[in-house]
């Protein structure tokens, strides 16, 4: 008899998000006259740039005809595509990423559950907790063992460089959850530890649209050596609002080379292997978001769910809550108050407030006494959520 894959028996539960659906079903169904404001699910709300959905109409209707109609795509991506992603997103930026360096696909969801597949499954693993929780399951799937480097308030919520070395380490910067952004300083820090010990690291940089401050890296590449051991994932989602339409990319710079193997190539075998290619109206899409009209509209996009959390930084400070996060990210990460776990503030603001959030243990143990609120809302729900934070504790 077939045996399954015995990993899989090791994965905690993820219950988070159907615990908290649980929670909020019941309590609609009991009072369905209150109104519920949800800043819970890291999704976007508002429509797609206008320039996008131009670019997806050309796009489908050259799908209509027979002398533009496309097939598979090339499963790297498009030439148009990587070129806008090389030009804009990195020599625009000072950093030196070519073409055969950008690997298309349909999320960095998918990219930071799939990368690990070209290491060894006897690698060591290290991931920041709180986390985001596909860089643990997709090891744990693999076989492997995970290390957890604190990120609390004593550290400003960023990991500490370790005193051992590990063969892979995952860094979200600007983070989800807890909303904040490693220093170039700190990037380099860190890019010299995996440069010292053959590490690679894996940075997702998902939320890199909503960086506001200097000196907070956009791209991994920026610090010195990073091509050398630095795998970097992007995504069009939060940015572009792509959540629903699906594309980001990889980059596998060819100076990446461990036992004499380049990952580039690894990484290029793999991808032609397993995937077949972003559709062709969606790369078009991509292709919009760089151009002028597309660059101020996801400009305008990111700058309307940034004031939601400057709202949500600024209310939840002024009435004396510990608020992190929300200056160069979507997300705020507040500290409950009067030591309640993070599930007892998740229970009371839905119940005495009609707020939803993300109990910050649902991250990992560090998250334990932290809440997560999102800024993707709608402004006015935003608003009137906060308020009824701040007066319920009033
Ligand atoms: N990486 C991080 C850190 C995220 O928080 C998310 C989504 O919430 C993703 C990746 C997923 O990106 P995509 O929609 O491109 O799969």
Request: charged content about 25%.
């Amino acid at each position: 008899m077939v045996k399954i894959n015995d990993n899989y028996n090791r994965l905690e539960g993820s219950y988070l998000f159907s615990t908290i659906a649980k929670k909020v079903g019941a309590y609609t169904k009991e009072h369905p006259d209150k109104r519920i404001i949800r800043l819970g699910i890291g999704d976007v709300t508002r429509p797609l740039p206008a320039a996008v959905i131009k670019a997806l109409h050309l796009a489908v209707d050259e799908m209509a005809d027979e002398s533009t109609f496309k097939g598979y795509a090339p499963d790297k991506g498009y030439d148009f595509l990587r070129h806008a992603i090389c030009e804009n997103d990195f020599r625009q930026r000072g950093c030196d990423i070519d073409e055969d360096e950008i690997f298309v696909s349909d999320g960095a969801k998918p990219d930071s559950g799939n990368i690990q597949e070209i290491f060894s499954s006897d690698s060591s693993v290290a991931v920041c907790d709180p986390v985001y929780p596909v860089y643990v399951d997709s090891n744990v799937m693999a076989g492997r063992k995970i290390s957890y480097l604190p990120c609390t308030a004593e550290n400003g919520f960023k990991p500490q460089i370790p005193d051992r070395e590990y063969d892979m380490i995952y860094i979200c910067s600007p983070n989800n959850p807890t909303g904040c952004a490693l220093t170039e300083y700190e990037l380099q820090q860190w890019v010299d530890y995996a440069a010292g010990c053959g590490a690679v690291i894996i940075f997702d940089a998902a939320y890199e649209a909503y960086i506001s401050e200097d000196g907070v890296p956009h791209s991994i590449y920026e610090c010195r050596g990073a091509r050398e051991c630095a795998v970097e994932l992007r995504s069009f989602s939060k940015n572009a609002g792509f959540t629903g339409l699906r594309l980001g990319y990889a980059v596998v710079p060819k100076e990446l080379v461990r036992g004499g193997i380049s990952l580039n190539s690894l990484w290029a075998r793999r991808h032609a292997t397993k995937y077949n290619g972003a559709p062709y109206i969606v790369q078009r899409a991509g292709e919009a978001v760089y151009s002028a009209e597309g660059k101020q509209q996801v400009r305008q996009l990111v700058d309307y769910y940034m004031e939601n959390a400057s709202y949500i930084l600024s209310g939840l400070t002024k009435a004396g809550f510990e608020a992190f996060g929300g200056v160069n990210s979507p997300y705020v990460w507040m500290a409950t108050p009067d030591g309640m776990s993070s599930w007892e503030f998740f229970d009371m603001l839905l119940e005495r407030a009609g707020v939803v959030g993300t109990p910050g243990v649902g991250f990992g143990a560090c998250g334990e006494g932290y809440f997560r609120l999102t800024s993707f809302g709608n402004s006015e729900n935003t608003k009137e959520a906060v308020d009824r934070i701040v007066s319920l504790m009033a």
